[in-house]
């Protein structure tokens, strides 16, 4: 529920950030215009995090818990944990690079939260490694900036992804008009696309009910 709870902050963050930039809104107007889509914003962070964890579970759970089930005898094996981990992790944001523009979608085009998916992935197609590669090159800018100024200030990680926060949604939002921009003439996803992406969704997010009965 915090979790949920700190992704729909993040959303609501990023689309008054849009409008102030967007629309020439003051804070207070983006914020007023804002509240309005929070359901909207919940159901599309729902939808994103059970696809998420149906992805992680196949390409590094699942990978990860056989090496360790086969390797206990074998500590040769557990070396190629941390590969796993790193590839499945690289796999695991290309795989979800479709689906990562649907709150600006929400937002800037008054869409459902479903068909705001469905459009997100829209805009992507035929760009996923494009924008992989500025994501990953804008990641190690930051990452190498929040080093840099974590040495200078000795300050705790949290505080510098604090200070670094507005400037990620901002190229995230630079980001998502470059593409939808590239191509105005944008082909809808097929019927089978989104009765596959509605079936792994469901799925991922019966399978964290599933664990959370389990587990407790």
């Known amino acids: 529920v915090i979790f949920c709870g700190y992704l729909g902050y993040k959303n609501i963050t990023s689309q008054i950030l ?21 359901l909207k914003l919940f159901e599309v962070s729902v939808y994103k995090q059970g696809l998420g964890f149906l992805v992680f579970l196949i390409i ?15 500590p040769i094996v557990f070396l190629t944990i941390l590969p796993i981990i790193i590839v499945g992790a690289i796999v695991l944001n290309i795989l979800l690079i479709p689906i990562m523009f649907s709150p600006y979608v929400l937002f800037t085009e008054n869409k459902k939260s479903i ?4 459009t997100s992935v829209s805009y992507v197609k035929g760009n996923i490694w494009n924008i ?19 040495l200078v200030l000795g300050r705790g990680n949290s505080i510098i992804s604090i200070l670094i926060a507005p400037f990620t949604l ?5 980001l ?27 799925l991922g997010l019966s399978l964290v009910v599933v664990l959370v009965f389990v587990l407790s």
């Open 18 to 38: 849009t409008l102030v930039g967007e629309k020439k809104e003051t804070i207070k107007g983006a914020w007023n215009l804002s509240k309005g889509h929070v």
């Open 176 to 202: 998502f008009n470059a593409v939808k921009n590239s191509n105005h003439n944008h082909t809808p996803i097929s019927n089978k696309i989104k009765i596959f992406l509605n079936a792994c969704a469901l």
């Open 60 to 74: 590094i759970a699942l990978p990860v818990f056989f090496v360790v089930m086969h390797g206990l005898n074998n």
């Open 170 to 174: 901002i190229y995230y939002w630079h």
């Open 115 to 118: 068909e705001a998916i469905y």
């Open 132 to 150: 992989f590669v500025r994501m990953f090159l804008f990641m190690l800018i930051v990452t190498g900036i929040a080093m840099l100024v974590g």
